[in-house]
């Protein structure tokens, strides 16, 4: 397996033996129509299996990386390969030094999700932080949160229907 790195600039070279599900097209199609989406994606020989794609955004002049799309083919699934994309991916952020240390996830996919990126995170040094009121969402209040308390809002929300934001930065 392999992972490459696909931006707006790369060169369609892939001689795929089998084409991607609708999700990875898309997600490839989306990268390449736009300057501020990249992403890493995971070959298996000649098919793409998964893919994490990010952009640079800025909200109140805070300049961040949110992680837009992650996604593994269903029979490669079970195998660490979410936590290996996303880790590649946080690695090439730190090397092109895209945005900066602040990246944002909204986390729609439950606690799976949650737990990948909880274990790539605190593997890199990372630290949770959400909004700091439940009610308005604004970048230059947040406040830290452990992951348990992740856990514990993921498990709520997965009730009520409703969707996490939560932000990690490096520690210093």
Known sequence: MKYIYISDKTKDN??????????????????????????????????????????????NGIIFLLIVFTFIEEEYRGKNLCYEIVKKTILKNEEKRQGSILIKVVIAGGESILKCLIKVFKELNYRIQKYKSDTTENIKQLKFITSDEAFKIEKKNLKTDSWQTLFFVRKK
Do not use: A, H, Y
């Open 14 to 59: 892939f001689n795929l033996i089998e084409l991607p599900s609708t999700n990875i097209r898309q997600s490839f199609k989306n990268i390449k129509k736009s300057k501020n989406k990249w992403g890493m994606f995971l070959f298996d020989k000649d098919k793409i299996i998964g893919v994490c794609e990010v952009m640079k955004e800025e909200e």
